[in-house]
C-alpha cells in the first residue's frame, strides 16, 4: 500500500481522469490484500480523501477507524444476499460523495474476507462444541477455564431457518472474539448456542444480547446459564445446556436475555400443565359453593396479600367480618385451615398454575 501524504483533488477524480481513478482503485485493491484489510481500507479512504472513515460490524463494534471528519457523516449499510454484514460511516468533504458507493463495495469485500476466515475458525470449535452437547468428551480449542453457554433463538413466530441461525452465531462469535473472550457457536435444530470463557457473566450476558439485536432486524430471545467454575466436559456442557433452555424459556416472546439464576425454580413445574389435576380440584371445591366465586376471589387476593384482614378488606371494600366469614367457608369446602403449610401449598400451586 502507498505511503506518504498524496492526496488526489476531488475534481480530478470526480472528472474521470482514468490515470487517477487507476491508481485509486489500485490503492484500494492492495488495502484489500494487506493482512489486515479493514484497518488498511478505512486508513486508506482517510488518507485519499482528507476526511474519516470508520467499518463497524454487524453487531455495531467498530472494527476499524481512520482519519478527522471533514464533512457531514454518512452511514451506509452492508448487505450481502439480505444479510446485514456491517457498516461504513464516512465523514467527508462533499465533494468526495460520489467516492463513497465506491468505498461501500470494497469495504463489503472486506467484512466478506472477514466472515470467511472466520468461518474457517468457526468449524474446528463448532465441531468440538456439537461433540460436547452430544455427550462425548472432547478437548474446545484453548478453553481451559470457567465457561458460560447461552442458547438463542428469535423472537417472532416464523421459522428460524438454519442459515439466518447460522448469521446469528458467527455474530456472536464475532463479539467475544472482539473482546479477546474466547468462545465456540454451533446451530442445534432451531437454536443457536454459544459457549465462552467466561469473566462477568453479568455484563457478558447483556453485551452478548445487545449484539445480537444489532446484528438482525428480527426480535432476539437468549437464555444463559450459570457461570460453571470447571473447565468444559461433556457432563459440565450438557448441564449448562440445560440451564440455557430452562433461562430460555422464561424469556418474553418480544426477545431479551433472562440468566438462569434468574428463573422461578416453580416455572418449568406451572408452565409443563402437571398441576392441571390440583388445580382442577381446588377449583372444583371452590365452585360448590356457587357464590359467583366471591370466595374464590378473597382466598386469592387472601394468599399474596402481605398486610391484615381489616387492609385486605378495606382492598377489597368489604367488612373485615365478611372476608372472615368468606375464608371460613373456604376452609370448610376444603377440609382443612387455611394456617395449614399443606393446604397454602396447594392453593398457591393451584392458582399459580391457573395464571401460568
Not at 490515470?19 to 489486515?36: E, F, I, K, M, N
Not at 454484514?85 to 463513497?100: E, I, M, R
Not at 413445574?269 to 388445580?279: E, P, Q
Not at 366471591?294 to 371494600?317: I, K, N
Amino acid at each position: 500500500m502507498n505511503s506518504g501524504p498524496r492526496q488526489i483533488a476531488p475534481h480530478v477524480l470526480l472528472a474521470a481522469n482514468l490515470s487517477q481513478l487507476t491508481a485509486v482503485l489500485g490503492d484500494l485493491q492492495r488495502a484489500l490484500a494487506d493482512p489486515h484489510p479493514e484497518e488498511a481500507l478505512m486508513q486508506e479512504a482517510a488518507r485519499l480523501t482528507g476526511g474519516y472513515a470508520e467499518l463497524r460490524a454487524s453487531w455495531a463494534d467498530v472494527i476499524a477507524s481512520a482519519g478527522r471528519a471533514a464533512g457531514p457523516q454518512v452511514s451506509v449499510r452492508l448487505e450481502h444476499g439480505g444479510r446485514h454484514v456491517g457498516l461504513l460511516v464516512t465523514a467527508f468533504d462533499p465533494a468526495w460523495a460520489a467516492f463513497v458507493p465506491v468505498l461501500q463495495a470494497y469495504a463489503l469485500l472486506a467484512r466478506l474476507q472477514a466472515a470467511a476466515a472466520g468461518a474457517a475458525r468457526r468449524r474446528v470449535g463448532e465441531r468440538a462444541l456439537d461433540a460436547l452437547l452430544a455427550g462425548r468428551d472432547t478437548h474446545l480449542p484453548g478453553l481451559d477455564g470457567p465457561f458460560a453457554l447461552a442458547v438463542g433463538t428469535f423472537g417472532d413466530e416464523g421459522p428460524s431457518d438454519e442459515q439466518a441461525l447460522d448469521v446469528l452465531a458467527g455474530a456472536g462469535e464475532g463479539y467475544f472474539q472482539q473482546r479477546r473472550l474466547l468462545g465456540h457457536s454451533t446451530v442445534q435444530g432451531r437454536r443457536a448456542v454459544w459457549l465462552w470463557r467466561s469473566l462477568d457473566l453479568g455484563r457478558e450476558a447483556q453485551e452478548l444480547h445487545r449484539a445480537l439485536a444489532a446484528s438482525t432486524n428480527r426480535g432476539v430471545r437468549l437464555g444463559i446459564s450459570a457461570r460453571s467454575h470447571q473447565p468444559p466436559n461433556s457432563e459440565g456442557v450438557t448441564h449448562a445446556f440445560g440451564q440455557g433452555r430452562q433461562a430460555l424459556r422464561a424469556v418474553p416472546r418480544t426477545g431479551g436475555a433472562v440468566l438462569f439464576q434468574q428463573t422461578d425454580p416453580l416455572h418449568d413445574l406451572l408452565d409443563s400443565g402437571a398441576l392441571t389435576t390440583l388445580r382442577v380440584q381446588v377449583l372444583t371445591q371452590l365452585a360448590a359453593l356457587n357464590d359467583g366465586g366471591r370466595v374464590e376471589r378473597t382466598l386469592r387476593h387472601y394468599l399474596y396479600h402481605p398486610g391484615s384482614l381489616a387492609e385486605l378488606a378495606q382492598a377489597e371494600g368489604v367488612h373485615v367480618n365478611t372476608i372472615r366469614a368468606r375464608l371460613k367457608r373456604a376452609e370448610e369446602v376444603l377440609g382443612q385451615p387455611l394456617n395449614h403449610p399443606a393446604l397454602l401449598a396447594r392453593l398457591y400451586l393451584a392458582f399459580a398454575s391457573d395464571e401460568a
